[in-house]
C-alpha cells in the first residue's frame, strides 16, 4: 500500500478520529484541510506561503493541468511539484468533476466521457485508465479514481447507472496503476470514491463492492452539490460507518469551517475546497466568530485585525481598514492578504480539531467552535476613538 | 531641514554620486530607487517583500489617497505608514501629474487647478496649499511641491507660463509648511520641482528662482514624457549642474533600468517608476542581459530563472517554464512572482551604482552594465534536455 495510514486516537464520544499517513513527499497528520492549487497555483499564494500556514498537503486539478501546460510539459519540467515549487503531498483530481461541470458539451458511455476543451473546444476523450496515466504522469502522491458524477436531484436508474460505471471505472483505474508499476511507473496511491448520491441504499450498495478493492483510500463523492447540509451530513455518517477503519476518509469539496468541524465528527480524515479562498478573493472571510464581509463600508475605520483571534501573518500586520481599502482600490494585495487568512484559518480549524481528538475531547471542542462561530463577536464594525 | 543628507562621495570620470539622507523613518543610501505605492500598496507586493528586496523609500501617490480613502481617514489609522504597514520612508507626490493625467474636465488658475474625480465625477481644486495640507495629513516623509506640468510639444510661451506658475506655488507651498509647522504639524521635508520643458533656457531660468527656496531637495519634473531619450538626458545634465551638491535630486517616473546608470552618471540620486512593475504584472520583465517577454510560448519549458544572475525569491524559487505558465493561465502568483523579481532587479541596479561610486569605478560600471545589458544573452530560449 503506497500510503501507511496510522490511526492514533478515536473520540469516545463522537466518530471523529486523528491519525497521519505517509506519502513519498512527507508525512500528513489527520484532520487536514488540503488548499486546491487549481492548475498549479494556490491562487495568489507562494508554496512558502502555504507552508507558512501550516499547509502538509495540497490538491492540484487534473484536467486543468492535463489542458494547460499539459501533462508532458509538467513531466519534463521535472513533475508538478518541482513545476510548481512545492515539496510537499500532493492529491490529483481525476478530471471527472471538471469535465462533467465546465465542458459544454460532453458524451459519457463506459467507455469515458467525450467532451470539449473549455479553453479552445478541441474535442478530447477522458478515461479511468487515461485519468490515471496523466495523474501518474503528474508525478502525484494520491491519485483519485474516475468516477461518474450525476447532476441532483436525479432519477433513481440515473444515480443506480453512475454508480454501476464508478464502480467498473474503479476497477479499471486500479488495473491501469497495476500495469503501470509493471513498467516502473504507478507508484502513487489510489483513492475510490463512493457514489450513491442521497441515497443510502446506494451508497451501501456502491460501497460493497468499491470497499473489496485495494484501494488506499476513501472518498465521500457527490455531496455539498445542493442536497442540504443535513441531509449530507447525514450520507457522511452513513459512509463513514461503512469504510474501514484503517484507510484515511475524504469528504471532496467541503471546506465551510462549520462543515469541516461537523464532518470530522462523523469520521472524516481528508477535505479540500475552493470556497475559504475564492471568497477570500472576493472579500469575504471567515474567523472564529463568523462571516466578515471586510469589503464592506463599513470596516473603513476598524482597526482592528480581520480575526483578532487569528495569529496569521494578515491579522498580525494588517487591519480590517486597511484590507477594506485595497478591495475598494481593486488592489490584488488585497485579495493575496485574505487569501492568507483564509488558507490560515482553515488549516487552524483542523489543527485544533485535531488536538482536541488527542486530548480526547473533540465533543467540548465542536460545541465551543460552533457556538463562538455563532456568536457573531467581533464582527460589528468599529469606529475608530478620535472619528 | 527636514532631511540632512550627507554626499559620501563623487565619480571623478561622471556626475555620479553616492550619498544618504536621514528621515524620521529611518536612513535613506544613494543613488535610491522608489518602487510605488500608488493607492497605499505597491501592487501585489507586502511591504515584507518591499523590504525584502532592499527597498528604503517608497513612492506614494497624493491624489489617489486624496479621493480614496481620504487623507482623513489616513490620518485616523495613524497615518500611512502604520495603514499600509511600511515603517520606512515615505515619499508623496503633489498630485498634480493625477490632475492632469486622469481628470477628463480641468481649468488651471494661479490660485489652483479644478478638475473632476475620475471616480466619481465629483467637482474638486486642488491648490499647492492643500496639496501640502494632504501630504501633511498622509504623513509622509518627503512631500513634492505642487508644480504645472504641461503636455509636450507645447508652445514656449505655454512652457512660460508653466514655470512662472510652478514657481508662484513653489512659493506658496513652503509658506504653507512654514503655517503648519506653526501649529507643530509639518516636519516632513519638501522638494521643489524644476520645469521649463526641453527648453535648457527656460530650465535655467526656473531652477534661478526655484533654487534660491529653502527646499530640501529639487526634483528634475516635465521629462520622460515623450520627448525622447538622448534629449531627456541631456536635460537631466543640464539641471545637475545647476543644482546644489548638497541636496539630493529627483528624477520623477525614471525606472528603466539604461536610464537610471545613465541618469545616475549625470548626478541624479532618486528615482520611482511603475514601469518595471507594470511590465512585470504583464509578463515582461528586465534582466540583467536585457528585456525578458516571459509570458512567450517559446519559454513554455526553458527551465532556468528569468534571470540567472538574480538571486531574488522568484528566481531563486521558479523557473521561466512556471512563470509562463502562471501568465498563459491568468494566475495572479504570476504577476506577483513578476512583481518581486522586478523591484528587486530595480533596487540592486541602484545598489550596484552606489558600490562602484563608491569604489570609484562608475564609469566602468555603467560601461559593463549597458553592455551586459544589450548582450541578449540568456534571453533565447532553452528547451529541455529530453523534448
Known sequence: ??????????????AARAGRFATAHGEVRTPAFMPVGTVGSVKTLTPDELAGAGTEILL???????????????????????????????????????????????????????????????????TPEEAIRIQDGLGSDIAM????????????????????????WAGRGLA????????????????????????AAERARCFERLGALPFDGFALGGLWVGEGRSLGL???EHDCALFPKDRPRYLMGVGHPLDVVEAVARGV???????????????????????????????????????????????????RAYLRHLFAARELLGMRLASIHAVHHLLSVVRRAREAVLAGRYEAFRREFVERYHSGETLAPRQPAGA
Open 234 to 236: 447525514e450520507m457522511v
Open 60 to 126: 492540484s486539478n487534473t484536467y486543468h493541468l492535463w489542458l494547460r501546460p499539459g501533462v508532458e510539459t509538467v513531466r519534463r519540467m521535472g513533475g508538478l511539484h518541482r513545476f510548481m515549487g512545492w515539496g510537499g503531498p500532493i492529491l490529483t483530481d481525476s478530471g471527472g468533476f471538471q469535465v462533467m461541470s465546465l465542458s459544454p458539451l460532453r458524451r459519457v458511455t463506459d467507455h469515458g466521457v467525450e467532451f470539449r476543451s473549455h479553453l479552445d473546444g478541441s474535442k478530447l476523450t477522458l
Open 1 to 14: 500500500m503506497a500510503l501507511s495510514f496510522q490511526l492514533e486516537a478515536e473520540d469516545s464520544q463522537t
Open 269 to 319: 480524515d481528508l477535505f479540500d475546497c475552493v470556497l475559504p479562498t475564492r471568497n477570500a478573493r472576493r472579500g469575504t472571510v471567515f474567523i472564529s466568530t463568523g462571516r466578515l464581509v471586510v469589503k464592506n463600508a463599513a470596516y473603513a475605520e476598524d482597526e482592528r485585525p480581520l480575526d483578532p483571534e487569528c495569529d496569521c501573518y494578515t491579522c498580525e500586520r494588517f487591519t
Open 176 to 199: 491501469e496503476r497495476e500495469r503501470l508499476r509493471g513498467e516502473g511507473r504507478g507508484a502513487m496511491a489510489l483513492f475510490g470514491i463512493n457514489q450513491g448520491g442521497v441515497s
Open 145 to 168: 479514481s474516475f468516477d461518474e458524477l450525476v447532476e441532483m436531484p436525479a432519477p433513481d436508474d440515473v444515480v443506480r447507472a453512475a454508480v454501476d460505471r464508478t464502480l467498473l
